[in-house]
Structure formats: structure tokens, C-alpha cells
Nanobody, 121 residues
Framework: QVQVVESGGGLVQPGGSLRLSCGASGSIISMYSMGWYRQAPGKQRELVATITTDGHINYSDYVKGRFTISRGNAKNTVILQMNSLEQEDTAVYYC???????????????WGQGTQVTVSS
């Protein structure tokens, strides 16, 4: 099995910063990409940012220039640095891993349980 665990959410004022961390563990043969998605109340889950193992990065237009995704120091970890936060960034943020586990011929998608980010004055 593969486990994905996020941390770092919370309450912040508009213009503030937060840092989210995520780690994937378990019976992983190969990690292809990791990233962050978010879901606000009444809305669909949407892409925030992803990073592949060879370093290719993709950002949503809504966060480009304000958020930075990077690989953590430990294997299979990813960091999301969020600056200049806006009320519209309020959502549950989910970490995603696209990985192949032992016993499986193809990679699959794995999700964390989510961490709440609230931007409010």
C-alpha cells in the first residue's frame, strides 16, 4: 500500500504565507510525480501545482507567481510554499502522488486526506 500524508494547513490573513508539506511512503517502486490540488466548498477539485521526478513543474494560472512547489529533502516528499494568499485560496488542499507500487504493473493515483487552508481577516 501507499500512504500520502499532508501537513501545514491553518488560518492566515490575506497577504500572508503558509507552507504545506507532503510525504508518500509504503511499497513504492517508482514515483512519477507529486503535486497539490484543492477543493473549495461547492466547487470541483482543481490543480494547484505538480512536479515530476525529472523536475518538470506545472502551475495553475490562479497561483502562478505566488505559490512555489519543490521537492523536499527526503525521498518522495513535496513542499508547497504559498505567498500573497488571498481569500479565494481558501480550500482543502490535497496532496497527490502518481506512483507504481510493488505488485502492480502500472502506476496509480494516491491521495492524502487533505489539509484545510483558510485565508481570512
Amino acid at each position: 500500500q501507499v500512504q500520502v500524508v499532508e501537513s501545514g494547513g491553518g488560518l492566515v490573513q490575506p497577504g500572508g504565507s503558509l507552507r504545506l508539506s507532503c510525504g508518500a511512503s509504503g511499497s513504492i517502486i517508482s514515483m512519477y510525480s507529486m503535486g497539490w490540488y484543492r477543493q473549495a466548498p461547492g466547487k470541483q477539485r482543481e490543480l494547484v501545482a505538480t512536479i515530476t521526478t525529472d523536475g518538470h513543474i506545472n502551475y495553475s494560472d490562479y497561483v502562478k507567481g505566488r505559490f512555489t512547489i519543490s521537492r523536499g529533502n527526503a525521498k518522495n516528499t513535496v513542499i508547497l510554499q504559498m505567498n500573497s494568499l488571498e481569500q479565494e485560496d481558501t480550500a482543502v488542499y490535497y496532496c497527490h502522488a502518481h506512483a507504481q507500487r510493488f505488485g502492480s504493473a502500472t502506476p496509480s493515483d494516491y491521495w492524502g486526506q487533505g489539509t484545510q487552508v483558510t485565508v481570512s481577516s
